[in-house]
């Protein structure tokens, strides 16, 4: 599967964005999808994440009550919601997908389980 992450840019704070992740290769929907961060000089950090199948949803606690994670099989296309944009949100988001299988104690929180990933967009939060 291959990802395509689109919709970053310059914001200011407070302001909402929405980021796009296209999929194009294998049936989307028999895949987990997941949104991830990468700040200057920071560890990649998982945001948000949506299982095929049951569509149980994951987040952190970090932006739990700011983000919403949605997906649209029809499009191939995740989402990403991102209301109350702070400063401390710049970083290059990350879409990923094809989850390692269960028998290898994958989790939708763990960026080393997956292996796609699309290329980044850039968000950056002025105050």
Not at 58 to 66: A, G, I, L, T
Request: neutral net charge.
């Amino acid at each position: 599967v291959q990802l395509q992450a689109s919709g970053g840019g310059l914001v200011q704070a407070g302001a909402s964005r929405r980021l796009s992740c296209l999929a194009s290769g294998r049936a989307f929907n028999s895949y987990s999808v997941a949104w991830f961060r990468q700040g200057p000089e920071k560890e990649r950090e998982f945001l948000a994440a949506v299982r095929y199948g049951t569509s149980r949803l994951y987040y952190s606690d970090s932006v739990k009550d700011r983000f919403i994670i949605s997906r649209d099989n029809a499009k191939n296309t995740a989402y990403l919601h991102m209301n109350g944009l702070k400063p401390e949100d710049t970083a290059v988001y990350y879409c990923a997908t094809d989850l390692l299988e269960p028998a290898y104690g994958s989790s939708e929180l763990d960026s080393a389980d997956y292996r796609s990933w699309g290329q980044g967009t850039q968000v950056t939060v002025t105050s």
